[in-house]
């Protein structure tokens, strides 16, 4: 029986990504000087799967690069060496450098980085320096390669492993082990098929052979206990020195050369074979996406748990990774979905059909009478497509943690080559977003962090003369508000220097000298194109990227991002995104007979009769003064060129909305319909359209266009005052 | 001697016969139409359907040849009367007026679009020798958007690079690009 292994390669190569992040992760959680054993647990199991992993699947360079991460690692669990920050950053380089082994067998490509010799000798040089504790605490202490352990000279060991029967189901293959065996020494393998039942009663899944294993091979007895590590405690298991058993080969059935060790049991019923074979590989081939072991505490299988990845098969079907033979270094993107979302689908499909059958029969023999059933069926129908599609939505919904788990390196990275004492919270890692924003705010939240770590955050000394702790705290923060979600990132370091800020605007040009500005329009000025403060350039932030495209990444997401911040104390970037790019809760207006979408999220409120709150201004914008504030009115028929019904600006309708951090009253005719749109791109075959964000299809097959409110801000010319607190003046704008 | 040379003639001839095939092979069809009396034609691997006309949703701000968007079974699609972007006066639009759907290569996609024609005409072929370049005309940059004039059958058809066409600038005046050709 020979398993083509090549078909496990992407789950493998999936798995150790994800194995490298936990180990990442926990590595960052790790504090030199309180070390949690569990914390290390973590790691080992991590790196403890990979190497097995990697040996099964033949990348032996990445087994053994892995092997000696291991040992070192095994020696700070048994408590033999302390762990410093240096091996934490030795550790977190090896983390980098098996990433790209793996990336490297996962491309095609020939295994060669030169930085892993490295790093395995100054491993391999730390392990000999001096392990001070004494190494005979347990048989896993001694584990260790360059150790020279107290191995008799004998030639080899002789196994005998009986498995529980549910050995299969908790992932351990024996098949696995005996090939990790094999790549010790040569291996015979006789297989014990006594305790096999009849086959009416054979249950599939269940292993019911004991084997009897000769290693030829000049190892420790650790190594070998190693392989049995994760089955020890549910199996039969007994090694003993080889020469101590000296004539009992006989009944050994050698095995053959090749890589697969011989499994069939000499029983002559061949479909029994077929059978537990068959189940074999069907075990394995269930098992191999979850092929960590069941203990390991990464390894939460069928929770809410959704992957983005780059190469990612669905978890319910590794045969289609299992398909997918020729590796094509396309991105091929895929999610991993909780289990629980496809149930809530299926279930409505399920509805669906019965509902389309409902409707089908109803059809077929039509009558007036049956009216009340038509429309309640089509009632029913349009809830399931509702709930349908809320589902099919919620698919793509990512937690934000998979965007926020890159930021603890990058800070940890970033904090030591600026010298700076930096902590970073997380907090709403739960938060779920859809993926393609997902996919397009993680850039601009990098630029957005390396700024708060290089101009925000100020050195240990400046914030101890500051009065402030010596350790400044970034804090990322995801939430939902309104349909929206907010992501912000808050530092306690220095604040925006306004100061600075105008100097240099009003050195580029961007305000002239005796402009008046608020507060929140001189922090404004750092979004805006052409602001560059070129003296804080560093290598990292400033390099070339700006805030301004910060700002319009953000607003190609139809999102806004906006800065407060108090000098001494701290900033607070706040980010607001739509939940979705690809529906949109749209509010129907119109306008003479133009039929316009408007965002219901950006609508404010609609005002009927206005007549006393206008105010006129010549030769400009006109205004509506709403309470406390003015607002700038956008004729939306003069700014498209159309005709409008109202023939004077009192006979329409203005709704107030906001964009682009101010709010416009938009005139139309009427108020319509309000109902969720699908958005389509006007650009994929036409292009870019000045305040039209996109168009969708309504019911009745036309075409209606998406109002983008920011970009009628811009074409109507509006320009960007605030009109607040006005003291109730009428005479105002006159 | 003599039967070494008449074989050289005869290879000599069959070679003429292969390049003369070679160039003469790819026979391009062509979809006919007409605008304002004048035939035109656009490459049919180009065309993907040929609909009626039905109002579009317009587009604020467009050139007064862009008559808006239609949904194109959920896909937008914008449709360009030639007759306007042409600058000749616009017809008014019949049942047979039609709307030609085609691809339009632009960079490393495809965009679908639609032009407005008087009416279809025919499904032609053009060999490459029936082709005729285009006449150059010094104050006239719009034999750009022209493949050639093809000639069959005594009539003169003017073939458009439909992706030149319809992926030039707004701004481009396509004014006149018959006139200039049929003088």
Redo the contacts between chains.
């Keep these: 029986m020979s398993i083509d292994l090549s078909q496990f390669h992407q789950v493998f190569f999936e798995e150790s990504y994800e194995g490298l992040d936990v180990m990442e992760s926990a590595l960052l959680n790790l504090q030199p000087d309180s070390v949690d054993p569990e914390t290390i647990n973590e790691i080992f199991r991590a790196a403890h799967s990979i190497k097995g992993g990697s040996g099964t699947f033949g990348f032996n360079d990445v087994a053994s690069f892995t092997h000696v991460v291991e040992t070192l690692l095994d020696e700070i669990r048994g408590g033999v060496r302390n762990i410093t920050s240096e091996t934490v950053d030795l550790f977190l380089r090896s983390v980098d450098c098996i990433r790209r082994m793996i990336q490297q067998h996962d491309a095609g490509e020939p295994c060669d980085i030169p930085e892993a010799q490295e790093l395995k000798a100054s491993f391999e040089a730390m392990l000999a320096g001096g392990s001070s504790a004494p190494a005979e605490e347990t048989a896993e202490d001694d584990k260790s390669v360059s150790e020279e352990s107290s191995t008799p000279a004998r030639k080899g060991w002789k196994i005998y492993f009986k498995p529980e029967l549910d050995v299969l189901r908790t992932g351990n293959d024996p098949l696995r082990m005996f090939r990790e065996l094999e790549s010790l020494g040569s291996l015979r393998v006789t297989a014990d098929t006594s305790a096999l039942p009849l086959i009416s009663a054979i249950d599939p899944e269940a292993c019911y052979l004991a084997w009897t294993l000769e290693l030829d091979a000049d190892v420790p007895q650790s190594d070998v206990d190693e392989v049995f590590e994760w089955v020890v405690d549910e199996s039969d298991l007994k090694i003993t020195p080889l020469a101590l058993d000296g004539g009992s080969t006989e009944q050994g059935e050698p095995s053959t050369s090749g890589s697969t060790p011989t499994e069939e049991p000499s029983d002559d019923t061949t479909r029994l074979t077929e059978g537990l074979t068959a189940a074999d590989s069907e075990q394995q081939s269930a098992e191999n996406p979850n092929s960590q072991p069941a203990e390991s505490a990464t390894a939460t299988e069928q929770t809410a748990e959704l992957k983005p990845a780059e190469a990612k098969p669905a978890v319910a079907k590794p045969a289609a990774a299992a398909s997918k033979t020729e590796k094509a270094k396309t991105e091929v993107s895929s999610i991993r979905v909780g289990i629980d979302k496809v149930d809530d689908l299926i279930n409505m499909v399920g509805e669906l059909v019965i509902t389309q059958s409902m409707l089908g029969e109803l059809g077929l023999d039509f009558t007036i009478e049956s009216l009340p059933k038509l429309l309640e069926g089509i009632e029913q129908l349009s809830q399931n497509t509702r709930e349908l599609q809320e589902s099919v939505m919620r698919i793509r919904m990512l937690p934000i943690s998979f965007t926020f788990s890159r930021f603890p390196r990058l800070v940890h990275d970033l904090s030591r080559t600026m010298g700076k004492k930096i902590e970073l919270k997380l907090s709403g890692e739960q938060t779920e977003l859809d993926k393609t924003v997902m996919e397009k705010i993680g850039d601009p939240l990098v630029h957005l962090v390396r700024n708060s770590l290089d101009h925000g955050i100020e050195t240990p000394e400046d914030r101890i003369k500051a009065g402030k702790p010596e350790t400044g705290t970034i804090t990322l923060n995801a939430f939902h508000q309104s349909g929206n979600i907010v992501i912000q990132i808050i530092d306690d370091g220095a604040g925006l220097n306004k100061a600075r800020i105008l100097e240099k605007a009003k050195q580029n040009g961007l305000v002239s000298e005796g402009d008046m500005l608020t507060d929140d329009q001189i922090n404004d000025l750092i979004f805006r194109p052409g602001f560059s403060t070129a003296d804080q350039i560093s290598d990292i932030s400033g390099r070339g990227v700006g805030m301004d495209v910060v700002r319009r990444n953000i607003n190609e997401l139809n999102g806004s991002v906006e800065v407060e911040s108090t000098e001494g104390e701290g900033s607070v970037f706040t980010i607001r995104l739509p939940l979705t790019l690809a529906i949109l809760d749209g509010q129907l207006i119109r306008v003479g007979n133009?039929t316009y979408i408007l965002p219901l999220i950006s609508i404010v409120e609609s005002i009927q009769s206005f007549q006393g709150m206008l105010h006129r201004v010549v030769g400009g914008c006109d205004l509506l003064r709403l309470r406390d504030e003015y607002v700038p009115i956008i004729q939306l028929a003069s700014?498209?060129?159309?005709e409008s019904d109202a023939k004077d600006m009192d006979d329409g309708l203005l709704v107030v909305v906001e964009g682009d951090n101010m709010k416009v009253a938009i005139l139309i005719d009427d108020l319509e319909a309000q109902q969720q749109v699908v958005i389509?791109?006007?650009e994929?075959?036409?292009k870019k359209?000045?305040?039209?964000s996109g168009?969708t299809?309504l019911g009745d097959?036309?075409?209606?266009?998406i109002l983008d409110i920011a970009g009628l801000i811009k074409l109507a010319g509006v320009q960007r005052y605030e009109y607040k607190s006005v003291s109730g003046g009428d005479d105002y704008a006159a | 001697m003599a039967e070494q040379q008449n074989d050289n003639a005869t290879i000599t001839s069959i070679n003429e016969e292969i390049s003369d095939a070679i160039a003469h092979e790819p026979t391009e069809q062509y979809l006919t139409f007409f605008i304002d009396n004048e035939e035109y034609g656009v490459d049919i691997l180009s065309v993907q359907e040929i609909r009626g006309w039905e109002p579009a949703t317009e587009i604020p701000n467009a050139p007064v040849y862009l008559k808006g968007v239609i949904n194109l079974r959920g896909t937008v699609v914008p449709i360009t009367d030639l007759r306007l972007r042409f600058g000749i006066n616009q017809f008014e639009y019949s049942p047979v007026t039609v709307v030609i759907v085609v691809k339009v290569k632009a960079g490393k996609s495809e965009k679908i679009m639609g032009i407005v024609v008087d009416a279809v005409s025919d499904v032609s072929n053009f060999t490459q020798a029936d082709i005729h370049p285009a006449p150059e005309l010094a104050d006239n940059k719009n034999t750009a958007f022209i493949k050639g004039l093809g000639s069959s059958d005594n009539k003169m058809v003017i073939l458009l690079d439909i992706n030149k066409l319809l992926n030039a600038p707004e701004d481009v005046d396509l004014t006149d690009i018959s006139r200039a050709l049929v003088k």
């Excluded at chain 1, 700014?639 to 159309?642: E, V």
């Excluded at chain 1, 359209?689 to 039209?692: I, L």
């Excluded at chain 1, 097959?701 to 266009?705: I, R």
């Design positions: 133009h700014i498209f060129n159309i389509k791109s006007l994929e075959n036409y359209v000045d305040g039209v168009a299809i097959g036309t075409v209606s266009l």
